[in-house]
């Protein structure tokens, strides 16, 4: 029964042991891949530099090269200053960002 009076203390430390694993995890990945950590600032922008879509990146045969793209939309204007789109399948990458992000 004594556990039972236990029992938050117990889900609160589950919960943030859940949050340590995945941030341990996720820092693990960027490690192993070159990720890079997002610049914040108050500009209404997104600007991706080199930008890979990490998914597509791993399903692509070992012979071909993703290319990265360089993106720019003002949040603001809900315009698009430059898209640099090489080839198809980075095309329906940066719609589905674009189409999940609206």
Do not use: Q, W
Not at 35 to 45: G, H, L, S
Not at 79 to 100: N, R
């Amino acid at each position: 029964m004594d556990i039972l009076k236990k029992s938050n203390d117990i889900l609160e430390n589950a919960r943030l042991l859940s949050k340590l694993d995945v941030s341990l995890s996720l820092a693990d990945v960027a490690l192993k891949n070159n990720y890079c950590k997002p610049k914040i600032n108050k500009k209404r922008e997104i600007s991706l530099i080199k930008s890979r879509h990490p998914v597509i990146e791993r399903l692509l045969p070992v012979e071909e090269n993703f290319i990265s793209n360089d993106i720019k939309i003002n949040v603001a204007l809900a315009k698009f200053s430059s898209i640099g789109v090489d080839t198809m399948e980075d095309y329906l990458a940066l719609k589905k960002i674009l189409d999940y992000k609206s």
